[in-house]
Protein backbone atom coordinates (compact mmCIF):
# COMPACT_ATOMS: atom_id res chain seq x y z
CA UNK A 1 0.00 0.00 0.00
CA UNK A 2 1.48 3.53 -0.62
CA UNK A 3 2.34 6.15 1.98
CA UNK A 4 -0.10 8.77 2.54
CA UNK A 5 1.30 11.54 1.34
CA UNK A 6 2.80 14.05 3.73
CA UNK A 7 4.12 17.35 2.98
CA UNK A 8 6.83 19.18 4.35
CA UNK A 9 6.04 23.18 3.94
CA UNK A 10 9.72 23.87 5.59
CA UNK A 11 10.80 22.26 2.40
CA UNK A 12 8.92 24.63 0.05
CA UNK A 13 12.11 27.60 0.91
CA UNK A 14 15.23 24.99 0.02
CA UNK A 15 16.85 22.75 -2.38
CA UNK A 16 13.66 20.41 -1.62
CA UNK A 17 11.17 22.93 -3.32
CA UNK A 18 10.52 20.59 -6.58
CA UNK A 19 10.83 17.31 -5.07
CA UNK A 20 7.77 18.74 -2.25
CA UNK A 21 5.63 20.86 -5.14
CA UNK A 22 6.07 16.95 -7.05
CA UNK A 23 4.46 15.94 -4.00
CA UNK A 24 1.35 18.13 -3.75
CA UNK A 25 1.06 17.71 -7.41
CA UNK A 26 1.23 13.45 -7.55
CA UNK A 27 -1.62 14.25 -4.31
CA UNK A 28 -3.72 16.47 -5.95
CA UNK A 29 -4.18 14.16 -8.86
CA UNK A 30 -3.81 10.79 -7.41
CA UNK A 31 -5.48 11.25 -3.49
CA UNK A 32 -7.22 14.42 -3.35
CA UNK A 33 -6.05 14.43 0.22
CA UNK A 34 -2.66 15.34 2.10
CA UNK A 35 -1.39 15.97 4.98
CA UNK A 36 0.46 19.04 6.13
CA UNK A 37 3.73 19.31 8.83
CA UNK A 38 5.83 23.01 9.46
CA UNK A 39 2.92 24.53 7.55
CA UNK A 40 3.74 27.98 9.88
CA UNK A 41 0.70 27.86 12.06
CA UNK A 42 2.29 27.33 15.76
CA UNK A 43 2.00 24.33 18.28
CA UNK A 44 0.95 26.54 20.97
CA UNK A 45 -2.42 28.05 19.27
CA UNK A 46 -3.03 24.59 18.35
CA UNK A 47 -2.76 23.19 21.73
CA UNK A 48 -4.85 25.85 22.89
CA UNK A 49 -7.52 25.38 20.26
CA UNK A 50 -7.38 21.66 21.18
CA UNK A 51 -7.59 22.24 24.93
CA UNK A 52 -10.44 24.84 24.39
CA UNK A 53 -12.88 22.73 21.89
CA UNK A 54 -12.31 19.58 24.44
CA UNK A 55 -13.70 21.97 27.13
CA UNK A 56 -16.42 22.97 25.24
CA UNK A 57 -17.51 19.82 24.01
CA UNK A 58 -17.53 18.49 27.69
CA UNK A 59 -19.07 21.59 29.24
CA UNK A 60 -21.80 22.31 26.85
CA UNK A 61 -22.19 19.82 23.84
CA UNK A 62 -21.86 16.45 25.61
CA UNK A 63 -25.22 16.05 27.41
CA UNK A 64 -26.63 17.77 24.57
CA UNK A 65 -25.21 14.61 22.31
CA UNK A 66 -26.44 12.10 25.22
CA UNK A 67 -30.17 13.36 25.01
CA UNK A 68 -30.15 13.32 20.66
CA UNK A 69 -28.85 9.15 21.61
CA UNK A 70 -31.43 8.75 23.82
CA UNK A 71 -34.22 10.50 22.44
CA UNK A 72 -33.77 8.38 19.05
CA UNK A 73 -32.71 5.14 20.84
CA UNK A 74 -29.48 4.80 18.71
CA UNK A 75 -27.80 2.48 21.65
CA UNK A 76 -30.29 0.15 20.94
CA UNK A 77 -30.13 -0.04 17.39
CA UNK A 78 -29.97 -3.51 15.84
CA UNK A 79 -29.41 -2.69 11.87
CA UNK A 80 -27.80 -0.01 10.07
CA UNK A 81 -28.43 3.06 10.18
CA UNK A 82 -28.04 5.49 7.38
CA UNK A 83 -30.14 8.67 7.90
CA UNK A 84 -27.85 10.48 10.47
CA UNK A 85 -24.55 10.42 11.67
CA UNK A 86 -22.80 9.77 15.12
CA UNK A 87 -21.08 13.28 15.74
CA UNK A 88 -21.92 16.15 17.95
CA UNK A 89 -21.13 19.52 15.93
CA UNK A 90 -21.06 23.13 15.75
CA UNK A 91 -20.33 25.75 13.04
CA UNK A 92 -18.88 29.24 12.94
CA UNK A 93 -18.49 31.40 9.93
CA UNK A 94 -15.19 33.40 9.37
CA UNK A 95 -16.02 35.14 5.89
CA UNK A 96 -17.71 36.97 4.65
CA UNK A 97 -18.75 37.95 8.10
CA UNK A 98 -18.09 36.16 11.57
CA UNK A 99 -20.92 35.14 13.74
CA UNK A 100 -18.35 33.79 15.96
CA UNK A 101 -19.88 36.73 18.50
CA UNK A 102 -23.35 35.68 18.02
CA UNK A 103 -22.68 31.81 18.87
CA UNK A 104 -24.13 31.13 22.39
CA UNK A 105 -22.04 29.12 25.06
CA UNK A 106 -18.98 29.95 24.01
CA UNK A 107 -16.58 31.25 26.25
CA UNK A 108 -14.81 34.59 25.22
CA UNK A 109 -11.22 33.04 25.53
CA UNK A 110 -12.50 30.30 23.13
CA UNK A 111 -13.98 33.13 20.71
CA UNK A 112 -10.55 34.87 20.56
CA UNK A 113 -8.71 31.62 20.02
CA UNK A 114 -10.70 30.44 17.18
CA UNK A 115 -10.57 33.86 15.37
CA UNK A 116 -6.75 34.13 15.58
CA UNK A 117 -6.99 30.25 14.14
CA UNK A 118 -9.33 31.36 11.28
CA UNK A 119 -6.76 34.23 10.54
CA UNK A 120 -3.89 31.69 10.41
CA UNK A 121 -5.78 29.14 8.21
CA UNK A 122 -6.82 31.93 6.05
CA UNK A 123 -3.53 32.90 5.00
CA UNK A 124 -2.53 28.83 5.26
CA UNK A 125 -5.55 28.60 2.61
CA UNK A 126 -4.24 31.13 0.28
CA UNK A 127 -1.04 29.92 0.29
CA UNK A 128 -2.08 26.31 -1.03
CA UNK A 129 -4.35 27.77 -3.64
CA UNK A 130 -1.19 29.48 -5.03
CA UNK A 131 1.08 26.36 -4.83
CA UNK A 132 -2.14 24.82 -6.47
CA UNK A 133 -1.98 27.55 -9.14
CA UNK A 134 1.79 26.54 -9.82
CA UNK A 135 1.32 23.56 -9.99
CA UNK A 136 -1.00 23.75 -12.86
CA UNK A 137 0.79 26.52 -15.08
CA UNK A 138 -2.18 28.82 -13.94
CA UNK A 139 -1.34 32.35 -13.03
CA UNK A 140 -0.53 33.39 -9.40
CA UNK A 141 -3.64 34.31 -7.96
CA UNK A 142 -6.02 33.04 -10.83
CA UNK A 143 -8.02 29.96 -8.28
CA UNK A 144 -8.03 33.24 -5.26
CA UNK A 145 -9.74 35.26 -8.21
CA UNK A 146 -12.01 32.83 -9.24
CA UNK A 147 -13.13 32.52 -5.97
CA UNK A 148 -13.44 35.75 -4.78
CA UNK A 149 -17.34 36.81 -6.68
CA UNK A 150 -18.08 40.52 -5.78
CA UNK A 151 -17.77 40.12 -2.22
CA UNK A 152 -15.09 37.36 -1.27
CA UNK A 153 -14.56 33.88 -0.81
CA UNK A 154 -16.90 32.10 1.88
CA UNK A 155 -14.65 30.67 4.98
CA UNK A 156 -15.97 28.74 7.99
CA UNK A 157 -15.36 26.07 10.12
CA UNK A 158 -16.89 22.89 11.84
CA UNK A 159 -16.11 22.14 15.15
CA UNK A 160 -17.45 18.21 15.24
CA UNK A 161 -16.61 15.79 18.01
CA UNK A 162 -17.24 12.21 17.22
CA UNK A 163 -17.75 10.23 21.19
CA UNK A 164 -17.00 6.30 21.91
CA UNK A 165 -20.05 4.46 19.76
CA UNK A 166 -21.12 1.52 21.70
CA UNK A 167 -21.94 0.20 18.13
CA UNK A 168 -19.37 1.21 15.25
CA UNK A 169 -20.57 -1.53 12.82
CA UNK A 170 -24.39 0.11 12.94
CA UNK A 171 -23.40 4.02 12.37
CA UNK A 172 -21.00 6.10 11.12
CA UNK A 173 -20.00 9.21 12.33
CA UNK A 174 -20.13 10.91 9.37
CA UNK A 175 -21.18 9.30 6.12
CA UNK A 176 -19.24 9.05 3.20
CA UNK A 177 -19.25 12.47 0.80
CA UNK A 178 -17.26 14.39 -1.25
CA UNK A 179 -16.92 18.31 0.23
CA UNK A 180 -18.63 21.20 -1.66
CA UNK A 181 -16.16 23.63 -1.97
CA UNK A 182 -12.93 24.59 -2.57
CA UNK A 183 -9.96 23.72 -0.07
CA UNK A 184 -10.15 22.20 3.24
CA UNK A 185 -8.14 22.36 6.05
CA UNK A 186 -8.76 19.83 8.74
CA UNK A 187 -6.99 20.16 12.37
CA UNK A 188 -7.92 16.60 13.81
CA UNK A 189 -7.18 14.37 16.93
CA UNK A 190 -4.34 13.01 16.99
CA UNK A 191 -5.22 10.01 19.26
CA UNK A 192 -8.22 9.55 17.87
CA UNK A 193 -8.56 7.44 14.19
CA UNK A 194 -11.54 7.67 11.96
CA UNK A 195 -11.08 9.56 9.04
CA UNK A 196 -10.95 7.54 6.20
CA UNK A 197 -10.62 8.25 2.17
CA UNK A 198 -11.72 6.03 -0.48
CA UNK A 199 -8.75 5.08 -2.94
CA UNK A 200 -8.75 2.36 -5.81
CA UNK A 201 -11.65 1.12 -4.51
CA UNK A 202 -10.41 0.84 -0.83
CA UNK A 203 -11.30 2.70 2.08
CA UNK A 204 -7.98 4.11 3.25
CA UNK A 205 -7.26 5.28 6.99
CA UNK A 206 -6.27 9.25 7.20
CA UNK A 207 -3.73 8.69 9.97
CA UNK A 208 -3.38 11.42 13.44
CA UNK A 209 -0.59 13.42 12.95
CA UNK A 210 0.31 15.82 15.83
CA UNK A 211 -0.22 19.47 14.77
CA UNK A 212 -0.50 18.74 11.24
CA UNK A 213 -3.10 20.65 9.04
CA UNK A 214 -4.82 17.45 6.77
CA UNK A 215 -5.84 19.39 2.71
CA UNK A 216 -8.49 18.10 0.91
CA UNK A 217 -9.75 19.40 -2.64
CA UNK A 218 -13.66 19.90 -2.78
CA UNK A 219 -16.08 19.37 -5.99
CA UNK A 220 -15.38 23.20 -6.88
CA UNK A 221 -11.46 22.51 -7.79
CA UNK A 222 -12.34 19.33 -9.56
CA UNK A 223 -14.41 21.29 -12.00
CA UNK A 224 -11.73 24.34 -12.01
CA UNK A 225 -8.79 21.87 -13.25
CA UNK A 226 -11.36 20.34 -15.39
CA UNK A 227 -10.94 17.16 -13.76
CA UNK A 228 -7.33 16.99 -12.88
CA UNK A 229 -7.17 17.13 -9.79
CA UNK A 230 -10.20 15.12 -7.76
CA UNK A 231 -12.75 15.76 -5.06
CA UNK A 232 -12.66 12.71 -3.10
CA UNK A 233 -15.45 10.04 -1.33
CA UNK A 234 -14.02 10.14 2.69
CA UNK A 235 -16.03 9.46 5.83
CA UNK A 236 -15.74 9.08 9.53
CA UNK A 237 -15.72 5.60 10.78
CA UNK A 238 -16.90 5.85 14.92
CA UNK A 239 -14.80 3.85 17.67
CA UNK A 240 -16.00 2.51 21.04
CA UNK A 241 -12.87 4.36 22.41
CA UNK A 242 -12.06 7.36 22.70
CA UNK A 243 -13.40 11.26 21.94
CA UNK A 244 -12.39 12.24 18.50
CA UNK A 245 -11.60 15.98 17.65
CA UNK A 246 -12.40 17.29 14.43
CA UNK A 247 -12.01 21.14 13.18
CA UNK A 248 -12.60 20.96 9.39
CA UNK A 249 -12.29 24.67 7.87
CA UNK A 250 -13.76 25.48 4.88
CA UNK A 251 -12.68 28.10 2.03
CA UNK A 252 -15.17 28.42 -0.41
CA UNK A 253 -16.21 30.21 -3.36
CA UNK A 254 -17.87 33.75 -2.79
CA UNK A 255 -22.04 32.95 -3.13
CA UNK A 256 -22.05 34.86 -6.35
CA UNK A 257 -18.35 32.94 -7.83
CA UNK A 258 -18.34 31.55 -11.60
CA UNK A 259 -17.00 28.43 -11.59
CA UNK A 260 -15.82 26.52 -14.73
CA UNK A 261 -12.86 25.15 -16.12
CA UNK A 262 -10.31 26.85 -16.52
CA UNK A 263 -9.65 27.77 -19.91
CA UNK A 264 -5.73 27.48 -20.19
CA UNK A 265 -6.90 23.22 -18.63
CA UNK A 266 -9.44 22.98 -21.76
CA UNK A 267 -7.82 22.32 -24.72
CA UNK A 268 -8.33 24.51 -27.88
CA UNK A 269 -11.40 22.47 -29.23
CA UNK A 270 -13.61 22.61 -26.65
CA UNK A 271 -14.60 18.82 -26.47
CA UNK A 272 -12.16 18.29 -23.53
CA UNK A 273 -14.11 20.41 -21.24
CA UNK A 274 -16.50 17.85 -19.14
CA UNK A 275 -16.80 19.98 -16.73
CA UNK A 276 -19.90 22.34 -15.97
CA UNK A 277 -20.35 26.41 -15.51
CA UNK A 278 -22.03 27.50 -12.98
CA UNK A 279 -22.69 29.83 -9.71
CA UNK A 280 -21.37 28.55 -6.83
CA UNK A 281 -24.67 29.07 -4.52
CA UNK A 282 -26.46 27.23 -7.58
CA UNK A 283 -24.36 24.15 -6.77
CA UNK A 284 -24.58 24.56 -2.88
CA UNK A 285 -28.24 24.53 -3.14
CA UNK A 286 -28.21 21.49 -5.15
CA UNK A 287 -25.29 20.02 -2.88
CA UNK A 288 -27.69 20.36 0.20
CA UNK A 289 -29.83 17.56 -0.79
CA UNK A 290 -27.69 15.10 -2.77
CA UNK A 291 -24.58 15.27 0.00
CA UNK A 292 -24.50 11.69 0.77
CA UNK A 293 -24.67 10.85 -2.94
CA UNK A 294 -21.38 10.66 -5.67
CA UNK A 295 -21.01 13.85 -7.13
CA UNK A 296 -21.39 13.02 -11.10
CA UNK A 297 -25.09 13.48 -10.58
CA UNK A 298 -24.53 16.55 -9.29
CA UNK A 299 -22.50 17.71 -12.49
CA UNK A 300 -24.74 16.47 -14.74
CA UNK A 301 -27.70 18.40 -13.07
CA UNK A 302 -25.32 21.89 -13.34
CA UNK A 303 -24.66 21.07 -17.20
CA UNK A 304 -28.65 20.89 -17.89
CA UNK A 305 -29.47 24.38 -15.42
CA UNK A 306 -26.72 26.09 -16.92
CA UNK A 307 -27.22 29.77 -18.14
CA UNK A 308 -24.92 31.47 -19.96
CA UNK A 309 -22.31 33.03 -18.20
CA UNK A 310 -20.26 34.83 -20.67
CA UNK A 311 -16.33 33.14 -21.33
CA UNK A 312 -14.09 30.84 -19.08
CA UNK A 313 -11.87 33.57 -16.98
CA UNK A 314 -8.45 33.27 -18.59
CA UNK A 315 -6.58 35.55 -15.90
Known sequence: MENFPVVDMGKLNNEERAATMETIKDAC?????????????????????ERLTKEHYKKCMEQRFREMVASKGLESAQSEINDLDWESTFFMRHLPDSNISEIPDLDQDYREVMKNFAVELEKLAELLLDLLCENLGLEKGYLKKVFYGSKGPNFGTKVSNYPPCPKPELIKGLRAHTDA????????????SGLQLL???????????????????GDQLEVITNGKYKSVMHRVITQTDGNRMSIASFYNPGNDAVIAPAQALVKEDETSQVYPKFVFDDYMKLYAGLKFQSKEPRFEAMKSSSINLGPIATV
Not at 30 to 40: A, I
Not at 181 to 192: A, P, S, T, Y
Open 29 to 49: ENWGFFELVNHGISIELMDTV
Open 181 to 192: GGIILLFQDHKV
Open 199 to 217: KDGHWIDVPPMRHSIVINL
